[in-house]
């Protein structure tokens, strides 16, 4: 079984018409039975080296390829893609387009066909069934979620019955428990039916619970592959291309001298290890609270309620009564909000949390009054949104879509920014754009295509067309769905910047982090209405809610609680700073950790 | 509830669901439990038969029955409508149009007859034969409208010599429509498959109908970011037509970026084919042998065919 690899010696490769080398010199083995990470930067080759593996390079783009890819023995030279593809299956990042055909059984049943095997029908049984999907078999594939497309597409790959595994970004574009069942999926692969995996991932925390090798790759190079635990312990490595760490590693990393280090002499790279590693620090503090009395304040909660909420102003957004629905092919009409009432002020800045359909972004689009309620009514700074045009109610809100490429009207960025500005006739539309486009460094890019750009500077661009609306009222769909260290403090960033003339700002977002981080105001949605409205903390803090949401504590929250603190950390620098006080022994709290926003501009900012 | 509330509560998204069962929603389909080749073979014929008839009667007799089967077909009631208001309108257009042409020409003709004496008004300035030009134009129009409103009966004339041939029109419509919105895609390619049409094309129209909820999704989101991000005209005018010009443009300014969007698509999709081996395939006979097994030819799908053949025949022996 010694051949049953995937080996990359020494590989060079330039695509066609390219001004560079994409692939310098990359060697990598990839042994079976692994569950293997590839990291690194945007534009750092990884992609491109992992179509290496199924031969799409040199076979479908052909540049100019010097080395040797060896995959189960074979040459990819000397084999070709259709052939390769039952040894390395491959769920590409957008995989909605990998899905080529009406119905999931015919999708999965496609490739079995086109080799000829006369077992079709029960390979992709086989398939369905593994994945659990054998009830959808006869749904259309546009009918289903994005997480049940991306099993799909995994199953299509199954039913040949590969030996490696490969998935590019399954957290880029699907909600995190959604990208949580894919993983799982993969884990059952990898540890019951012996399949190699192989994942491009940006998320560590992802690569800490699931995998055990790690591939950075760096400047078209392979710079190390090492053990998952290794791997995630060279933070300079991974911020130099812009990944997140773990945030218990990060903790660890803030605490002073081996603080925080496991008895090996490494940082803690999942919860389980943290737990054990800050066990001395919290039994600490721990008996510090008792003895001194005082509960420490670790979260910005207590302070933001009364004061930074404008509560008792008029009210710039109400929702009275509001049911929505849609009809549905099958199901008949399906209602999504249900007698929701809800009033924003000015200074809130609100995040929506719930599961899939839990009527999020219903909620949004019925702000913008691109859709008029079924039932109740819905008034936007005074404005009935029955009775006005959302071109109107524009004026004054904007709307930033989750899928950035549906933003995009021009053929380039700096038109599409300038886009609403030239059609209100605004005075000095260059220069507001220019100065756009410098704060959200965009200037490199404004000549080039939306559409043709990576997804995160495609986030920044959405960012910039919305800011040039200068309006009083932002809603953002999703804003940091498959964001890597860069682009998320670049949301961040914007919200902060935007709230000197912004009034409110409403957030639907999966991103737990980042709603701990900015949000005063977090709105549980489920069950068609509002479950819970309350601060950060306290939303947090309550286990049942979250689970009855599908929502998942941020790390920093879920290790609080293990730690038994009284009230949830929110940020890592909070945590930190808690751990290092009961460190120190001393357990007097003096005051609260200052506020949430702090909190969040270094949590990206000081590295 | 009211025909006015029902027709004024139509949204659109009541109408894309619609659509969406009429091209999607085959299980229940009468046509759709057939083989088919038969029933692409039986398309063909019906192409053809309704050319063979010349009167009103058997050819409305032959319309009822198809729109009785696009029924049972599950077709878009909205679809529908739209073909028969397209219909109707053309007719009414023509018993409109006809006498307007006449009248028109009628008064070209007066015109014609004087051309001497207006040439001569114009060039001259004379008062006098400038004046008599004047008569000259107004009776000319006169006459035209006097034509005009008098030829109703010209004009109903031409009509019915036209609604056998609108007739035949709709009924191929309705049979198409029905055929194929009640065949799935699946069978369809299956059958076109086996009468040997490319593997390319059928794979194209499997794809086509996978990928077309996809684009009409795109396509509303687009036309939602234009609006968001433009400004509506300040007076909307005549019974708003500014308004609606307004979102007439805006929905073909949106086809520009769908498309962009597709082109960006289809660079995956193009790939993905590629490790489904799919251009392997095609020279592949194994697997076109197992693409198009299991097709069977039964009693109920020549009972189909006769019988429609027997009522054909029927309708032509009894009007």
Redesign the interface.
């Known amino acids: 079984m010694s051949s049953n690899n995937i080996v990359v010696e020494n590989l060079t490769f330039q695509y066609p018409g390219g001004d560079e080398a994409v692939l310098r010199d990359a060697s990598v083995t990839i042994e079976p039975g692994e569950f293997t990470a590839v990291v690194g930067g945007n534009g750092s080759g990884k992609t491109t080296l992992c179509k290496t593996f199924?031969g799409?390079i040199p076979?479908?783009f052909e540049g100019t390829f010097d080395g040797r890819v060896t995959v189960a023995g074979t040459d990819t030279r000397e084999s070709?893609?259709?052939e390769l593809?039952k040894t390395v299956?491959?769920v590409?990042q957008?995989f909605?387009?990998?899905?080529?055909?009406?119905?999931v059984r015919?999708d999965v049943e496609?490739?079995p066909?086109?080799?000829?095997?006369?077992d079709?029908a029960e390979r992709a049984t086989r398939a369905l069934e593994t994945l659990g999907l054998d009830h959808l078999e006869d749904r259309?594939?546009?009918e289903l979620s994005g997480g049940q497309q991306h099993l799909v597409a995994l199953a299509?790959v199954l039913a040949m019955d590969p030996e490696f595994i490969f998935v590019d970004e399954p957290a880029a574009q699907l909600d995190p428990r959604n990208a949580r069942e894919t993983y799982e999926q993969l884990r059952r692969l990898n540890e019951e039916r012996d399949k190699t995996i192989i994942v491009i991932e940006h998320h560590s925390e992802f690569i800490a619970d699931y995998c055990d090798e790690m591939v950075l790759v760096s400047d078209g190079g392979v710079a190390w592959k090492e053990p998952v635990e290794v791997g995630l312990n060279r933070l300079d490595d991974l911020l130099a291309h812009d990944i997140h760490p773990p945030q218990v590693t990060k903790i660890a990393d803030g605490l002073p001298s081996e603080a925080g280090t496991l008895p090996d002499g490494r940082y803690p790279v999942t919860v389980d290890e943290a737990a054990t590693a800050f066990q001395p620090a919290t039994t600490c503090e721990s008996r510090a609270a008792v003895d001194g009395g005082a509960v420490t304040t670790l979260g910005a909660d207590t302070d933001d309620a009364p004061t930074d909420r404008g509560q008792d102003g008029d009210a710039l957004v109400t929702m009275r009564g509001v049911g929505h629905g849609?009809?549905?092919?099958?199901e008949g009409y399906n209602r999504v909000l249900d007698g929701l009432d809800l009033e924003l002020h000015a200074g809130d800045r609100v995040a929506l949390v719930g599961a899939n359909g839990s009527g999020k972004s219903t909620l949004l689009r019925l702000l913008?009054g691109?859709e008029s309620p079924d039932q109740g009514s819905v008034t936007v700074l005074g404005r009935d949104t029955s009775e006005t045009?959302?071109?109107?109610l524009?004026d004054d809100t904007?709307?930033i879509?989750q899928?950035p490429?549906?933003?995009?009207?021009?053929?380039t960025v700096r038109k599409d920014v300038a886009?609403?500005l030239e059609?209100?006739d605004a005075p000095n539309v260059n220069e507001r754009v220019d100065e756009i486009l410098a704060y959200l460094d965009l200037e490199h890019l404004a000549d080039r295509?939306g559409?043709?750009m990576s997804l995160g500077q495609q986030r920044r661009a959405s960012l910039g067309?919305g800011l040039a609306?200068d309006p009083t009222v932002v809603l953002l769909d999703e804003p940091t769905g498959s964001l890597d260290l860069q682009s998320r403090r670049e949301v961040t960033g914007m919200l902060r910047k935007a709230e000197s003339r912004v009034e409110t700002v409403v957030v639907a977002s999966h991103d737990l982090q980042l709603v701990a981080a900015w949000a005063n105001r977090v709105l549980v949605m489920g069950d068609g209405e509002v479950l819970a409205d309350a601060p950060p903390a306290a939303v947090f803090s309550d286990p049942d809610l979250l689970a009855e949401t599908d929502l998942r504590q941020p790390q920093v929250v879920e290790l609080s609680q293990r730690l038994g603190l009284e009230s949830p950390a929110l940020s890592t620098d909070s945590m930190c700073e808690t751990l290092a006080r009961s460190l120190d022994g001393d357990g007097v709290a003096d005051g609260g950790v200052g506020d949430v926003g702090g909190d969040a501009e270094s949590d990206g900012g000081t590295r | 509830m009211k025909y006015v509330d029902a027709f004024t509560d139509i949204s659109v998204t009541d109408i894309k669901v619609d659509l969406m069962r009429t091209a999607y929603d085959n299980e229940d389909a009468l046509l759709n439990s057939f083989d088919p080749r038969v029933v692409l073979l039986w398309t063909v014929l019906f192409m053809i038969i309704p050319w063979l008839f010349y009167d009103t009667l058997p050819l409305a007799i032959l319309l009822a029955a198809a729109f009785a089967l696009a029924a049972l077909s599950q077709v878009s009631k909205y679809l529908l409508a739209l073909l028969l208001f397209g219909q109707v309108t053309n007719v009414g257009f023509f018993v409109v149009l006809v006498p307007l042409i006449g009248g028109a020409i009628r008064a070209v003709e007066h015109l014609g007859d004087n051309a001497a004496r207006v040439v001569e008004g114009v060039m001259t300035g004379d008062v006098g034969v400038f004046a008599e030009t004047g008569t000259i134009v107004a009776a000319a129009v006169g006459q035209g409208i006097h034509t005009a409103t008098t030829s109703q009966e010209v004009g109903i004339d031409a009509v019915g010599a036209l609604v056998p041939f609108f007739l035949k029109l709709t009924i191929i419509s309705v049979i198409s429509l029905a055929v194929f919105s009640a065949m799935s895609p699946q069978k369809l390619s299956k059958g076109m498959l086996r009468l040997g049409v490319p593997r390319q094309l059928t794979f194209a129209i499997a794809y086509g109908y996978r990928m077309m909820p996809l684009l009409v999704e795109e396509y509303h989101a687009l036309i939602n970011s234009f609006r968001l991000r433009s400004k509506v005209p300040e007076k909307q005018g005549l019974f708003r037509w500014r308004y609606f010009y307004y979102l007439l443009r805006l929905s073909v300014k949106a086809f520009y970026p769908l498309i962009f969007n597709v082109a960006k698509r289809s660079r995956v999709t193009v790939e993905a084919m590629e490790t489904k081996g799919f251009s392997r395939s095609l020279g592949d006979e194994q697997s076109q042998a197992l693409r198009t097994e299991g097709m069977m030819i039964r009693t109920r799908d020549v009972t189909f065919v006769f019988g429609s053949l027997l009522f054909v025949a029927a309708v032509w022996v009894f009007t």
């Open positions: 199924n799409l076979h479908f070709d893609v259709a593809s299956g491959y590409f957008d909605e387009n990998q899905l080529v055909q009406e119905t015919d496609f490739a066909l086109n080799h000829g095997l006369d079709y259309f594939i546009w299509g849609y009809p549905t092919l099958r913008t691109l045009l959302p071109e109107q524009a904007v709307y879509h899928n490429e549906e933003m995009f009207v021009e053929d886009y609403y059609n209100r295509d559409r043709l067309i609306t």
